[in-house]
């Protein structure tokens, strides 16, 4: 299933620094970055709710904001990409 994730870390101070490092760490090991606080994931419902369980454990709720919108399994019909940056195919090849 195809997840967005979206998130704000209030980062006045050393300690939201840090958690936003630490969120976005967390999202390039499991999604792809599609902006500077967006990223795409296309997993199995069991890694999703790892994730955003880890990602929860990482935020502070009273200062930051964190956002799911569930594409589901039909979800390149729900998106379109405008613009420079190419997009990818998540299920395509990959070469390491």
């Keep these: 299933m195809m997840v967005l994730i979206s998130y704000d870390v209030a980062t006045s101070g050393a300690a939201g620094k840090t958690r936003l490092r630490k969120v976005a760490k967390e ?33 502070d709720p009273s200062e930051d904001s964190l956002r799911f919108y569930y ?15 190419e997009t990818y195919d998540p299920e395509g090849v990959i070469i390491v």
Excluded: P, T
Aim: aromatic content about 8%; some cysteine.
């Design 27 to 59: 999202c390039q090991n499991h999604a792809q970055r599609v902006q500077n606080s967006v990223f795409e994931a296309d997993l199995d419902y069991s890694s999703f709710l790892k994730l955003k369980d880890r990602l929860l454990k990482l935020i």
């Design 71 to 85: 594409l589901g399994n039909n979800w390149k019909k729900r998106i379109e990409h405008i613009g420079v940056k």
